[in-house]
């Protein structure tokens, strides 16, 4: 097998004695290995030439994980060599993690919660240079809040969401105040595939997809899915480990949550696919019926601060979240003062941290100054 003879290129002096063909994601085929030793391997190989920068944005990642791991509670892979195929395509050869996949609804507080807390909390507090000097993506407040009102507009256009949700969405996006925060290093791809347990314990993390971003994106999966008092204690976990966590971290985390199951149904109706469509249009309707039945977490900031600056905005917008659609130039300037809100919000929470806490200086990113396919595959 070519791929097996790559594999066994990138790692002179390694004897594999079995291989298993994976799904190709991203344009990247995959093989996983075990040596004469029991120890598990990945060999990853482009297709073609042009998904050759997802292998190298990959190989990028492990290498800045790689040189923090010391700042890490868990593993992470490690790049054992690398080769070239007839073509010139570079594959690489990395080590895999042993663990199992966690299920939330099994899940109870204690060691899960406090190891993914502290996994979590590491991650973010991981120096923004690690991300710039891999030139990895990074993004502010406001070119988050934005790309959220973007994939709210897309969830809403495909006319399968109750109005009462999209109200909730739109209302929470509306609100300046819930996106005072400051940006952070994230994993950015957490799911049940990128977190490896022994026993309760996080022991690894995989899948990720580096960035400077909300580190609430990273709390979305275990809010969205997990048992309400492992939630909770998640969080109390995570603030014990990352003290300058913003109040509205939860809050982001849980629209988020809501969000992805939005742009899950877009995605299902872009592949046609009706038996996924139903599943995603049962989720949704899940989702109301929590909602109807009082049980979603409250979206509505923890504080009121910003508030006040937010006012007239939010008194001017009165288009029913199920006109989205028809009235675009409408709602694409209420975005604009809504994001130029955040931007002042995001300066005056630099000023403020560099008064107050200088603790959080590694952690804040200069916001005045710089400007997904869903993942529903871990190995061993």
Excluded at 304 to 332: D, K, N, R, Y
Aim: with cysteine.
């Amino acid at each position: 097998m070519i791929l097996a003879a790559l594999a066994a290129d990138a790692a002179p002096g390694k004897n594999f004695r079995g291989y298993k063909k994976l799904e190709t994601r991203n344009g990247v085929e995959q093989l996983e290995l075990r040596d004469d030793l029991g120890f598990g391997f990945i060999f990853k190989m482009p297709s073609k030439s042009q998904f050759e920068a997802n292998l190298a944005l990959e190989r990028a990642i492990v290498r800045a994980l790689n040189g923090n791991s010391n700042q890490l509670p868990f593993e992470v892979r490690e790049e054992v060599g690398i080769t070239k195929d007839d073509q010139g395509l570079t594959g690489a050869l990395f080590t895999t993690i042993s663990g199992n996949e966690p299920d939330l609804a099994k899940l109870a507080p204690g060691g899960f919660s406090k190891t993914l807390a502290d996994a979590l909390a590491a991650i973010h507090q991981l120096d923004p240079n690690v991300v710039r000097s891999a030139g990895l993506p990074e993004y502010s407040a406001p070119e988050v809040l934005h790309s959220k009102v973007a994939e709210l507009d897309k969830i809403a256009s495909t006319g399968k969401v109750p109005a009462s949700l999209l109200n909730r969405w739109e209302q929470a996006l509306e609100d300046v105040s819930l996106f005072r925060f400051h940006p952070t290093v994230i994993h950015g791809g957490v799911s049940k595939d990128a977190v490896l347990l022994d026993g309760q314990r996080v022991v690894g993390m995989t899948d990720f997809d580096l960035k400077v971003s909300d580190p609430a994106e990273d709390l979305a999966w275990i809010v969205g899915g997990g048992l309400a008092s492992t939630v909770e204690d998640t969080l109390l976990h995570y603030r014990a480990a990352r003290p300058a966590a913003d109040e509205n971290l939860m809050q982001r985390a849980a629209l988020y949550s809501e969000l992805e199951l939005g742009s899950w149904l877009v995605y299902c109706l872009e592949q046609q696919d009706e038996a996924l469509i139903k599943q995603a249009e049962e989720l949704i309707e899940e989702l109301r019926e929590q909602q109807d039945a009082g049980t979603l977490r409250d979206l509505r900031a923890a504080s009121f601060a910003g508030i006040a600056a937010g006012t007239a905005l939010i008194a001017e917008i009165t288009t029913p979240i199920q006109q989205v659609s028809s009235e675009a130039t409408e709602v694409e300037f209420e975005v604009e003062q809504s994001i130029t809100e955040v931007e002042f919000l995001a300066v005056d929470a630099e000023e403020e941290s560099s008064l107050d806490e200088p603790g959080l200086a590694t952690e804040a990113i200069e916001v005045a100054e710089e400007s997904k396919e869903p993942n529903p595959d871990e190995l061993f």
